[in-house]
């Protein structure tokens, strides 16, 4: 199937405006039900997030810088203040942001499939897919980086779908989305190299391609540069004084706790990002139950979700290998997948892995798209891939959606003694706590 040269247009841009605003009202409630419980006074109450640290980031004072593994993040709060004028809490405010944000990846999604000139008719239940993934849910109401990271990621994926054939679509915006990528979390910027790489090597020969995506990472640093020398000068100070031991600092970032193994990772990269398992609760030192995904616990709804999910899934990778004008963009995500995979073999922390599942949800879903372009084909192929699509919706939002309202609501007086203030996260005197 020969691509169109502009297989985006404005109705579709209208249509993914309204399916991203429609989705956006239902995250925004989840955020503000959570925003109006406990869960913001501590860190891990679930999945390992840092609840507390990133409300400091976001909105609460002191501020907190929060972390050198998301160096830019901090460029977030100003938008979150602006919202506390408005009326809202600085909870809530901080939570408005994440809804805000998953509402642009959901509308970001429906492009993507539209740029692989996927129909409409199977687009839009498979947007509805991708907006009730248990990933997207989940994060879409809670303040941390991860909600961000999943959005520059389906943007990245989105540009690098229109761009396979026509490198030299999206221009500036593509040092945008790498920006975006390296800011919220730094080893997402590897991801921003995969797509320059593969683009270029598809387009010219390898020597052009290694010049082109080393002069696109020169460009990329000078604005990221001013920006990290701007907001954290000091650890630059630091390191500048004192190499060896800002290495060392670096090192003991790491974590040394349990590791989870390959097959752990697969389940939870391949499925647990999508539909939701029971939860397995962890004890914690803090003294209380951390909730995550951990185990392949699926009521018979989630089974068939999954069931489901696996099919789309394979066929669209096979799809994709299948179709010349899609096999490039395939065998890229497919390096990415592994990159992600092999990377989180190492950082983890006490074997929580749903935390960084929005490095991989944008992945799969593009790879899963490989069959939903080969079915727009053909009218009966679309009309029967549209209406399994929309069933595979369904499920996957009815195991889905009712775990994420409880989640919302499940934190209203816990009871919980807070361990750390904000004072405590902009000292640095968390303690290991977080």
């Known amino acids: 199937m020969r691509a169109r040269s502009n297989p985006i247009g404005m109705a579709d841009i209208r249509l993914a405006t309204l399916i991203g605003a429609l989705f956006g009202s239902f995250y925004a409630w989840l955020a503000l039900q959570l925003a109006a419980s406990d869960y913001g006074l501590a860190d891990n109450f679930a999945f390992d997030l840092d609840a507390k640290l990133y409300l400091c980031t976001y909105s609460l004072s002191p501020m907190s810088m929060g972390g050198v593994k998301h160096p830019l993040i901090l460029l977030l709060r100003p938008i979150v203040q602006f919202i506390t004028l408005l009326g809202p809490t600085p909870e809530a405010a901080a939570g408005l942001l994440m809804a805000m944000v998953a509402a642009v990846s959901v509308a970001i999604f429906f492009l993507f499939n539209r740029a692989l000139n996927v129909a409409r008719a199977i687009a839009l239940p498979f947007t509805v897919l991708y907006a009730v993934a248990a990933t997207q849910l989940y994060f879409s109401m809670v303040p941390e980086t991860y909600g961000p990271t999943a959005c520059g990621l389906a943007a990245l994926w989105m540009f ?19 920006g975006v990528a390296f800011a919220v979390t730094i080893t997402n910027v590897v991801q921003a190299f995969i797509v320059e790489l593969a683009i270029w090597v598809r387009a010219k020969r390898l020597t052009i391609a290694l010049r082109n995506t080393t002069v696109f990472g020169l460009w990329l640093a000078l604005p990221l540069g001013v920006l990290l020398l701007g907001i954290w000068h000091s650890d630059a100070y630091g390191m500048v004084r004192d190499p060896i031991g800002w290495l060392k600092h670096v090192y003991w970032m790491q974590t040394f706790s349990e590791k989870a193994g390959v097959g752990q990772i697969l389940l939870t990269f391949l499925e647990f990002v999508v539909i939701a398992p029971s939860y397995v609760w962890v ?30 899934l394979v066929g669209g990778v096979i799809a994709g290998m299948r179709d010349r004008s899609m096999r490039w963009l395939t065998a890229t995500l497919l390096i990415a997948f592994a990159f992600n995979v092999v990377l989180h073999t190492r950082f983890q922390f006490r074997l929580s892995l749903f935390i960084y599942t929005p490095h991989l949800l944008m992945i799969v879903f593009a790879l899963a798209a490989g069959l939903a372009r080969a079915a727009s084909q053909g009218r009966a192929t679309t009309r029967a891939l549209s209406a399994s699509m929309a069933v595979l919706a369904l499920l996957v939002a009815v195991n889905n959606v009712p775990k994420a309202i409880a989640f ?9 003694k807070v361990p750390l203030t904000c004072a405590d996260y902009a000292s640095g005197n968390t303690q290991g706590i977080q």
Do not use: C, H
């Open 160 to 178: 690098a779908a229109l761009r396979m054939e026509r490198p030299d679509v999206g221009g500036k915006w593509r040092y945008l989305v790498a």
């Open 408 to 416: 919302a609501q499940d934190f209203r007086n816990t009871g919980i």
């Open 283 to 312: 004890p914690l030192p803090e003294g209380w139950e951390m909730r995550d995904f951990r185990a392949p616990d699926f009521s018979l709804v989630g089974m068939a979700a999954v069931a489901g999910w696996t099919l789309l």
